[in-house]
Each structure stands twice: as C-alpha cells, then as structure tokens.
C-alpha cells in the first residue's frame, strides 16, 4: 500500500474522530445533558442494527472480494440481503405495533418512529456501500464518507441552534435525520456505478449462500462485542436517567482519538491479511505486525494517560467530572487493536 493511500486511510478516521471529539462538548452548551443522553439512544440503535441486519455478510464481501469472479455478484448479495431484511423486520414490528420512539426516549410519537427508522435505514446503507468504496481502494472517497455523516450534524446542528433559534431534543433528532440522509444519497452517487453492474451482473444463489455461510456466525461476535460496549449504555438508560447517560456518553466521547487508531489500523489490516493469505505469505508477515501493534498498544494507553488534563478545558463547568473515567472507557477501543 503506497503513502498516498495510506495517507487517505488515516485521514478519513482522523477527521471522525475530531468531529466526535467536539461534537458533544458543543452540543452540551446548547443542549440539556439529557437530550444529550436520548440522542446517545438513537445511535446506539444504529450501531446495534448493523450488526443485525448485515449479518456478517460485509465481512463475506471483504473475505470474498479477491478471489471471487463475479464481483458485481458479490456486490448485489452484499447489499440486497441486508436491506431485504431490514424491511421486513420493519413491516413486523409496524405490524406488532412497535414503538422505537418509546423505547429509545420514552416518548409515544409516530413521527419520532419514521425519523428513527429511516437513521437506521440511511446508516446501515453507508456501512454497506462503504465496503465496495473500501475493497475498489477507492481511499479518498471512503475517507470522505467516513466523516460527512458527523460533519453534516454538526453543521445542522449549528444551523438549528443560531439561524433556527432551536435547542429541543426534537429538533436535535431533525438534524440526525438530514445528516444521515444526506450522506446516503452521497454514498449512492459515489457508488452507482458499482451499483449498476451489480444489477447487471445479477443474484447468485451460490455466492450469497457462501456469503451467509462465512458471514452468519460473526452476527454473533459482533452482538457479543456490542453488548459488551453498549449494555453499560442501556443500564444507565434503564436504572437512573437519560441525564446520568448523558454524562457518561460525554465521557465516551473522548474515546473517539484513541478509536481512530483501531479503525485505522483495522481498516488496513483485514484487507491486507486476506490478501496475504491469497499469496500464501500470511504467517510470517502476520507474526511480526502482531510485535508492531503490541508496541502501538502500550504507547496509546500510556499517552492517553498524560495527555487526559485537556478533556475539562473543552466542557463546560458542570461537565468536568467526566475526566474521572475517562481512562477507564478507553481500554476497549486500545485492547481492540490487538484482540
């Protein structure tokens, strides 16, 4: 991988990862810490339905895109899959009446129910469609789509609160919808093309029978992992209130610089050891990265140590007892990296 691309793997997560840095410590100027708790609600939601909903199959799309013949194949099941069965959940959760407004903020409205499900719909399709940016190497592009969801809401976030004179948590939930929609219409246009010759090339029953196969067990990982990185979320939620969330979602926050390196370095690595795997020259090479990223693990931990005295000069007063933890919370996105 030359330094260009390289460069562009690091910049997109770099740039998520500072508009998440400052995102929240702007926000709890305008906002109630406990809107800012709800709002915590609606993308853990988000990050819950794509474990879900892809069902592995964008690690099938990734495990598969090098020695797979029929890419546009590969493509159309990668996407058509998922997306299949997020309507039909929806059309029986409608059917059972079920409200996500009440669950995530307690809070009876249809609307709130249509804002939510089309985040969720909008967030599963760049995840999915961010896959065939990531796999053409197409590294500016992927870099861009990274951070514009988090760039768009920061900046509609921006517009409601001076030009629309609003800070209601309704209002905050208005500008998680334009962002998240805006930046699936992107990623659509940025992906068109590979789109089209999916559709041309058409569905296999074979491809996509291999690719649940591969993919199916991981849901399973990865709704582990996330129970283990949300179920903290959810308990505050359930046990004290959405302002005790607040406070420790703001905490979290600040773990976003140290995730940057575990989606950097991830973004990189599983590409690259499938493809050394591909030229039967995995083992060794795997061996003495694993020396590098043990290295890479002890210095961001201890880093993240002396450099944490800056977090209470970005929050307001009532804020900064969040550094408390701070150095707690970042142990998983550290520890990911080499686990």
Known sequence: MNKKKLGAHFLGPSITAFLSFITLPILSNYFSIDDIGKFSMLQLAVNL???IFSIGLHQSFVREYYECGKKGSLTLSMVLVPISLFFITILFSKILNVSYSHYLFEIESDILDLFVSICLFSGLWIHLTNHILRMQERVNSYAV??????LLTLLSTLTLVFYFKRSDFQGLIYCALVSYFCSMLFC???NKGALMYALSEGFDRKITSNMIRFGSPLVLGGLAFWLLTAMDKVFIKQLSSYSE???YSMAANFTAIIAL?????????????YKWVAEKTGLVKFTNSMDLVFIAILCLWSL???FSWIIPLVLPEELKKVETIFLLLIGGPILKLFF
């Open 49 to 51: 339905s794509l474990v």
């Open 145 to 150: 789509m990274l951070f514009l969801p988090k």
């Open 188 to 190: 659509l246009f940025l």
């Open 245 to 247: 969330l607040g406070y």
């Open 261 to 273: 390196f575990s989606t950097v370095f991830l973004n990189i690595w599983n590409p690259l050891v």
């Open 304 to 306: 993240s140590g002396v």
